[in-house]
């Protein structure tokens, strides 16, 4: 399994402003992928992230809200733009695993004020 | 439309006896599932998986099974004990081609000593 760290762990933003989450793993990875929780929801899928490519982004999600970066095979972030409240969810980074398991960061709590 | 459900949001169970969480899913084309678990203030662990060929998996304590033409599937953990109590999450891995897991919305499990 992979060791996955975040940063920040908890943020509290003002509207309009925007915030970049960084997603550590200690092996090298292909795919790592960004989820989103917002309260009382299930975990969806914002995109995926290859090394060297453009993020893939699922319905709903697009690039200008939720830019990623993946210059290596150990970092991604995911920045959040132009912030409102409706933007306060749990985000987490996640990694595949041997047999399509899915390993996760402890995830970035970001309120929105 | 919320695809994979888990319609109980919370369960207690004693010590020692058998928790059962459920799941049900709606897409019958899908066909591998997994179960995560997720403490406070931690990202969601992997559990126990199961593919669409078999209907019962066993891990320790853990034992998920799969009912295809219900499509439903449940985690039975026994026998319970405090540690347990977390936010347990079914997944079902979409048949779109692509690594996206389709997340319920979680059952709050809590064991009492």
């Known amino acids: 399994s992979a060791v996955i760290s975040q940063k920040p762990s908890r943020d509290i933003c003002q509207r309009g402003t925007s915030l970049t989450i960084q997603c550590q793993v200690d092996?090298?990875?292909?795919?790592m992928f960004w989820y989103r929780q917002q309260p009382g929801q299930s975990l969806t899928l914002i995109a995926t992230?290859?090394?060297?490519?453009?993020?893939?982004?699922e319905s709903g999600f697009v690039i200008d809200k939720f830019p990623i970066s993946r210059p290596n095979l150990t970092f991604s972030t995911l920045t959040v733009s132009n912030m409102s409240p409706e933007d306060s969810s749990i985000y987490l980074c996640?990694?595949?695993?041997?047999?399509?398991?899915?390993?996760f960061g402890p995830g970035t709590r970001l309120t929105v004020t | 439309d919320q695809q994979v459900k888990q319609n109980s949001p919370s369960l207690s169970v004693q010590e020692g006896r058998i928790s059962i969480l459920n799941c049900d899913y709606t897409?019958?084309?899908?066909?591998?599932f997994l179960w995560y678990k997720k403490y406070p203030a931690e990202g969601p662990t992997f559990l126990i998986s199961?593919?669409?060929?078999?209907d019962k998996n066993e891990d320790g304590r853990f034992t998920v099974f799969l009912n295809k033409s219900a499509k439903h599937l449940s985690l039975h953990i026994v026998p319970s004990q405090p540690g347990d109590s977390a936010v347990y999450f079914c997944?079902?891995?979409?048949?779109?081609?692509?690594?996206?897991?389709?997340f319920g919305t979680g059952t709050r499990l809590k064991v009492l000593a």
């Open positions: 996640s990694v595949e695993g041997t047999f399509g398991e899915q390993y």
């Open positions: 092996s090298q990875v292909t795919m």
């Open positions: 992230a290859n090394q060297g490519s453009e993020a893939t982004y």
């Open positions: 897409n019958s084309m899908f066909d591998y």
């Open positions: 199961i593919s669409s060929i078999k």
């Open positions: 997944a079902a891995l979409s048949p779109s081609g692509t690594y996206k897991y389709i």
